[in-house]
């Protein structure tokens, strides 16, 4: 697909790279995936990376990040996926309180929206989580993290 070249500056401006991921410095959406808006829509900054450097996205595809970084536009860490191979990532995994203490809390998220099945057991998990942070917190007289900022 061939873009303007002013929506591909655009588009760079965004961007804060690493010498690993290419870091989303604009608008995002709740799971911490960019948004950039192109021809008066809203998409997702990593599907437009992988048209931009990559090429087309077939209609049952979605674009994976290796990485598991949702705001990582690289175009090196994104790769196609059929939606079954996508969902078989988070099919396979077990919810442990390691998680949490990994702070992987994104994937939390996405695995919450894969499997439904887990929604309790992670809901426990990210209260843990929440509960932890906010006996920190306290010690050092900071406001308290809500709930409502996680789920
Ligand atoms: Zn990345």
Same mark, same amino acid.
């Given at each position: ?12 401006? %965004? ?13 995002? *959406?709740?799971? =911490?995936? =960019? ?19 990559? =090429? ?14 949702? =705001? ?8 196609? *996926? ?7 990532? #988070? ?9 949490? @203490? ?6 939390? #998220? ?36 809500? %709930? @409502?900022? #996680?789920?």
């Amino acid at each position: 697909m061939k873009f303007p070249q002013k929506a591909i500056d655009r588009f760079n401006a %965004k961007i804060n790279k690493t010498s690993n991921c290419h870091e989303w410095n604009a608008s995002k *959406q709740k799971q =911490g995936y =960019g948004m950039f808006s192109y021809d008066g829509k809203s998409k997702p900054a990593h599907r437009f990376a992988y048209l931009l450097y990559k =090429g087309d996205i077939a209609e049952n595809m979605v674009v994976h990040q290796t990485c598991e970084n949702n =705001g990582c536009v690289n175009p090196e860490h994104l790769e196609l *996926q059929t939606k079954s191979q996508n969902k078989k990532n #988070y099919n396979s995994t077990h919810v442990s309180k390691e998680m949490v @203490e990994k702070n992987s809390v994104k994937f939390l #998220y996405r695995l919450r929206n894969v499997r439904p099945e887990l929604e309790k057991e992670i809901d426990a998990l990210l209260m843990l989580l929440v509960s932890e942070k906010t006996k920190d917190e306290d010690d050092f007289g900071f406001e308290k993290i809500k %709930k @409502e900022s #996680y789920i």
